[in-house]
């Protein structure tokens, strides 16, 4: 088995334990180094070139979206990547920050309330080459992009979530409507809502909002969440 290779950069201390020792108890990946600083960070990318490297957005001395344009800057390659991908971590989901990431190059974004085996998700994505984007901020990058803006294209034209035209997308819709408890249960993913938030807000058991989860998976020919949330944008679903 091939492992991926990680770092981590965050500052919490017990945020930075917490995902550390997680990872280390998966035989998928190689943890390879922490640091709690921003200059820390990028000295240890630069040294321990790991596949992927999660960075908090919020580092003292040198904030995360720094590191990622100054690194990028520094090794970018002939086809526009670099070896090392960087996985942005952060509990503000504001459209400046997002589309500040993004620019500075981060190849994935995730909030940090993020599940362990939807973080784990987003390593592997994130090490195919390919964007791993939580639902409560594709929402962000969806909207600036269809205002064309080339920062969100750039974004979404390399994300496997999104593979499907907008004709695919209403056929798909036509073919497997979804009912008006379904489209309710779609905005809350699209929302960013967990299971247990979902049921709260409609006054249903979790156990019912999996069903309608997994429901609205196989009508929108979804593999996860975050896909349904992108195609459920982009097709108008939901707004």
Known sequence: MIKIRVVLIEDHDLTRVGIRTALQQRSEIEFVGEAATGTEGLKLIETAKPDVAIVDIGLPDMDGIELTRTFKNAHITETGETATKILMLTLQ??????????????????????????????????????????????????????????????????????????PEYSQLIEAYPLTERELEVLQLIVDGCSNAAIAEKLYITVGTVKTHVRNILNKLCADDRTQAAVRALRSGLVG
């Open 93 to 166: 989901d504001r459209e400046d920050l997002v589309l500040a990431a993004f620019a500075a190059g981060a190849d994935s974004y995730c909030m940090k309330n993020i599940s362990f085996d939807h973080l784990l998700e987003a390593l592997k994505v994130t090490n195919q080459g390919n964007a791993w984007i939580d639902p409560a901020i594709a929402r962000i990058v969806l909207k600036r992009n269809q205002a064309t803006a080339p920062v969100a294209a750039a974004v979404l034209s390399k994300t496997v979530a999104i593979s499907a035209s907008e």
